[in-house]
C-alpha cells in the first residue's frame, strides 16, 4: 500500500486489509468482513523530539508512562448519532477530548448532509456529453473575450495567418498526443493547409501559459458548481474525500533549465524532470488543483497547503495522503483550518511523527487518542523539569508554525492514531483529526483505501493523455501543455466516468461489470473536442463499443522499475490519433 510513483505500472487495488475477528479480506467494499469492536481510548505524551522540532539533547527524552484507558460507551447496534444533543446527552470521553466546538462544528455538518434532499435522476448520456463540451465551450468564450490579457505581445496575432488564435488554442486544449506538431493544424481545421512545427511552437510561444491554467480552473468549476452536474457529485457524510499526492514529470532535456536537470547514474546522460502535486476528487474523478515545481526545489507539504488555502471547496475536502506529507506541520495547519485529513505515518521508532508517543506494550490493531503541545518556547532548565516538560510538549521550527507567535505561543494538537493489520502481516498507521461519531475504524480503513484512485489516475494521465509525451524544450510551453493536459483530463474522465454502459444484447448475466476503456476513451473525447466526432450522439455510441471488465478481485506485484534516463524525440514523429 506505498504510494506509487506515476512512472511505475499501478494495479487496480491496493493490497487488502486483513480483518481482525474473522481473518478474511478487507479490500474497502461494502459487504465486506471487517474489524469491529469496541477500542479503548488512550492519552499518550510526548516522547522525544523528531522531524518538525528542534534537536535537544540526548538526555531529554522522555521516559514516557502510559495513562490509564478510557472505553467508549458504543451501543453493539451501533448508531452514528448525528445531532449535537445526542452527542452532548452522552456525555461521551470522545466529546471531552475534542471539545464542545469541534463537536457542534462535526455534528451539524454531517446533519445538514443527511437532510439534503435527495439528488435528481441523471441527465441521459447524450445530454450529458453536449452539457460537457457546453461547459468547455463557454470556458473558451470567456478566455476569448479576454485574451489580450494573456498574450505576452497584444498584438502578436493581428497579422492573419494559417492557423487562427482560437484553433491553436482549442488544439493545445484539447491534449497534444504523440503526434508531429507539423500536422497539428488539420486535426482542428480540415480545410486549411499545414503548417510546420516552427511555426505551430512559434504562435504557442506568443501565449502565456495562464491561458490554459484558466482553462483548467474555470473548467473544473463548472464541472463542480453548475446545476446540470450536481447529480454527478458524490460525496462522504457531507464531505469530499480529496488525495493528494506528487508524481514526477520527465521532460525533454534542457540544459538552460538547471532547477530540473538530475545527474543520471554512472555512464548515463542528465535528464530532466518536474514535479506535480495534486489534490484529486477520490470519488468524482477529476483534478481540483495542482502545483507545479521545479525537482531541485520540491516540497511537497507546502503544496499542498497551498492548494487547500486557495480551494473554494475547503468546507468540503476530506485530505486524505500518504506517508510523504507526514508531519506535525501539516496536521496543525489542517487541524487549525477545520479541514479534516487522513494521513498515513511511518510505524514507530522509524523516524516520524508517532516517535514523539510512547507505544511500549500497545501492539496490534487499535484506535486511540493523543494530544501534544506545540511550542517555539525552550524547555525550562533543569533535567527534571525538562523531562516533565517534554512529557507533553515539543518544539517546533518557528519558522514552519506562523500561527505559533507572541499572542498564541501554543498549539494543543489532537490526534486520532489507528493501527491495523495487512494481509501481508505489516501494520499500517494513519492518523486523523475526525472523531469516531463522523468516521469509525472501518469508514478510516476505507477512505484510505480509495486513495489508490489518484495512482491509477497518474497512470491514465502519463499514457492516455499523453503526459509523458512533450512536444518543446521552453519551459513556458512545457507549462502550457501541462495545464492543458490536466484540464483535458477532467473532460475524458468526466465523460467516460458517467457515461453508463448499456446491459448486454443477451439475456445472460455477464460474469464481470464492464466500463469504458479509457485509452480508447481519450482518443474519442479528443476528436469530440477538436470537431473530428461531430455529434455526442456518435461519441456515445462510439465510447459504449470498447469497453473492459472491472476484475476487483484481481491483485498483481507492483512494477518498481522507473525510467529514469533522459526521453527520446522520436516519438513525435508520428503514432495513432
Known amino acids: 500500500t506505498t504510494c506509487g510513483d506515476a512512472d511505475e505500472e499501478v494495479t487496480e487495488k491496493i493490497p487488502p486489509i486483513l480483518s481482525q475477528e474473522t481473518g478474511a479480506t478487507y479490500d474497502g467494499s461494502e459487504g465486506q468482513p471487517s474489524a469491529k469492536g469496541d477500542i479503548g481510548q488512550e492519552s499518550y505524551q510526548a516522547q522525544d523530539n523528531r522531524d518538525d522540532a528542534i534537536p535537544t539533547e540526548p538526555e531529554a527524552t522522555a521516559d514516557c508512562e502510559d495513562l490509564s484507558v478510557m472505553e467508549l460507551d458504543e451501543p453493539e447496534t451501533r448508531k452514528r ?8 446527552a452522552l456525555d461521551h470521553e470522545e466529546v471531552e477530548f475534542w471539545g464542545m466546538e469541534k463537536t457542534v462544528e462535526t455534528a451539524t455538518h454531517v446533519a445538514l448532509a443527511e437532510q439534503e434532499p435527495p439528488c435528481e435522476e441523471p441527465l441521459d448520456p447524450i445530454r450529458m456529453i453536449e452539457s460537457v463540451k457546453e461547459a468547455f465551450d463557454k470556458v473558451m468564450q470567456e478566455l476569448s473575450d ?63 501559459p495562464e491561458a490554459f491554467s484558466f482553462i483548467f480552473h474555470r473548467f473544473t468549476e463548472r464541472l463542480i458548481n453548475e446545476p446540470c452536474f450536481k447529480v454527478y457529485q458524490r460525496m462522504r457524510h457531507g464531505y469530499r474525500p480529496t488525495a493528494c499526492d506528487g508524481s514526477a514529470i520527465s521532460l525533454l532535456f534542457n540544459a538552460e533549465d ?13 535528464y530532466c524532470q518536474m514535479h506535480g502535486v495534486f489534490l484529486y ?30 480551494s473554494h471547496l475547503r468546507k468540503e475536502l476530506l485530505l486524505v495522503c500518504d506517508r510523504g506529507f507526514e508531519g506535525f506541520e501539516i496536521c496543525a495547519y489542517l487541524d487549525k483550518a477545520g479541514i479534516p485529513y487522513v494521513i498515513r505515518c511511518k510505524p514507530p521508532k522509524a523516524k516520524g511523527m508517532l516517535d514523539s508517543f510512547n507505544f511500549e506494550g500497545r501492539k496490534g490493531d487499535f484506535d486511540v487518542f493523543a494530544s501534544i503541545i506545540l511550542t517555539k518556547d525552550a524547555p525550562p532548565p533543569g533535567y527534571r523539569a525538562k523531562r516533565e516538560w517534554e512529557r507533553t510538549h515539543r518544539r517546533v521550527d518557528k519558522d514552519k508554525f506562523p500561527f505559533i ?19 501481508s502481516g505489516d501494520y499500517e498507521y494513519l492518523v486523523t483529526n475526525m472523531p469516531r461519531w463522523v468516521l469509525d475504524t472501518d469508514d478510516i480503513k476505507d477512505i484510505y483505501h480509495q486513495r489508490w484512485a489518484i495512482e ?44 453508463p454502459v448499456p446491459p448486454p ?73
Open 505 to 577: 444484447k443477451r439475456k445472460q448475466e455477464r460474469k464481470y461489470p464492464y466500463m469504458i476503456k479509457m485509452s480508447r476513451g481519450t482518443v474519442l473525447c479528443r476528436q469530440y473536442i477538436r470537431g473530428i466526432c461531430t455529434s455526442p450522439q456518435d461519441l456515445f455510441h462510439k465510447l459504449i463499443q470498447d469497453l473492459q471488465p472491472i476484475r476487483d478481485d484481481r491483485s498483481f506485484a507492483r512494477y518498481m522499475k522507473r525510467n529514469n534516463g533522459a526521453v527520446s524525440t522520436l516519438y513525435r514523429g508520428g503514432g495513432a490519433m
Open 281 to 310: 476528487d477520490i470519488l468524482n474523478g477529476i483534478y481540483l488543483d495542482y502545483v507545479l515545481q521545479d525537482k531541485h526545489d520540491m516540497h511537497e507539504r507546502q503544496a499542498c497547503m497551498q492548494m487547500v488555502e486557495r
Open 146 to 208: 479576454n485574451i489580450s490579457d494573456y498574450l505576452v505581445d497584444p498584438n502578436g496575432f493581428s497579422r492573419k495567418g494559417r492557423i487562427s488564435l482560437e484553433d491553436l488554442v482549442l488544439y493545445v486544449a484539447s491534449g497534444l498526443n504523440n503526434h508531429s506538431a507539423a500536422v497539428a493544424p488539420i486535426m482542428v481545421s480540415p480545410e486549411k493547409m499545414s503548417v510546420t512545427a516552427s511555426a505551430f511552437l512559434q504562435k504557442r510561444d506568443k501565449i502565456k
Open 258 to 270: 538547471s532547477g530540473n536537470i538530475i545527474q543520471g547514474k554512472a555512464g548515463t546522460k542528465p
Open 405 to 423: 507567535n507572541a499572542d498564541y505561543p501554543e498549539y494543543d494538537l489532537k490526534l486520532r492514531i489507528i493501527s491495523f493489520e495487512l494481509i
Open 81 to 88: 448519532p448525528y445531532s449535537v444533543e445526542e452527542l452532548i
Open 456 to 499: 491509477t489516475s497518474f497512470r491514465e494521465l502519463k499514457k492516455n493523455c499523453c503526459l509523458c509525451y512533450m512536444h518543446s524544450y521552453k519551459k513556458n510551453l512545457v507549462i502550457q501543455e501541462l495545464c492543458a493536459k490536466f484540464a483535458f483530463f477532467n473532460f475524458a474522465h468526466f465523460i467516460i466516468k458517467h457515461t
